[in-house]
């Protein structure tokens, strides 16, 4: 990063442990299962129950829920590690809060809080788009495609953010696309097998951050108390 104030390190400290991704790639790989099953399945009526039902979980685990589920994790891990440091604040509530305060001119103006991040827009957002034009606009070469462009933008994006990635790491996208080229599996797998490579890679990153992170950071002892 190359501001590196103390709301920046908070930020970057939020995913040092892995975990944001970890449970951010479950939920991609998960749809994909889902896509699945729903395809799979007999009647359109009950298809479009259980689709609606899937992607309302979906939507809500996005907005939400899975910060929650992080936070619970890190309560587990990471914070009795390393520390407890403020979460960071979506990048977009930031620009909400600015407006609301440039409206009210009479309330004084602190100084811009650094600790942000912009992962729902430049990491989810890009693989949900890619997984929605795979999706939608099926040919069996478009996976290979698709997921090289998605590899570069989140490659140049995260150059200077709170969160980069290797190129190597981000090269494994377009090398699975890759390896769907051949139409021979059934088309529905084929569409449904994009949003689980984008679930598998994004949560094999954070897991390689995860086991780097528990070797550098062991549970520290508790100091035995003596009786006299």
């Not at 600790?115 to 070469?141: D, I, K, M």
């Not at 997921?147 to 990635?165: I, K, Q």
């Amino acid at each position: 990063m190359q501001d590196d104030s103390p709301g920046r390190r908070a930020a970057a400290y939020w995913f040092s442990d892995g975990l944001p991704e970890i449970v951010t790639g479950a939920e991609f790989a998960l749809c994909g299962a889902g896509l699945m099953l729903v395809r799979d399945l007999s009647t359109s009526i009950l298809r479009a129950t259980v689709a609606f039902g899937y992607v309302l979980l979906f939507l809500c685990l996005l907005n939400g829920w899975d910060r929650g589920v992080t936070g619970f994790l890190k309560s587990r891990v990471t914070y009795p590690r390393t520390g407890y440091a403020r979460p960071p604040v979506d990048l977009d509530r930031v620009y909400s809060r600015q407006i609301f305060t440039l409206l009210h001119l009479n309330s004084p103006a602190g100084a811009p809080d650094a600790n942000v991040t912009q992962y729902y827009r430049r990491t989810v957002f890009v693989l949900l788009l890619a997984g929605y034009l795979s999706e939608s606009l099926w040919r069996h070469w478009l996976p290979a495609i698709v997921l090289g462009a998605a590899a570069g933008a989140l490659y140049a994006l995260h150059r200077n953010g709170e969160r980069s990635y290797s190129w190597w790491s981000v090269l494994v996208l377009p090398v699975a696309g890759l390896l769907v080229l051949r139409p021979t599996p059934p088309q529905y797998y084929n569409r449904a097998v994009v949003w689980i490579i984008e679930g598998l890679w994004l949560a094999g990153v954070g897991a390689c951050r995860f086991a780097r992170y528990l070797y550098d950071n062991p549970m520290p002892r508790r100091t035995e108390g003596v009786c006299l």
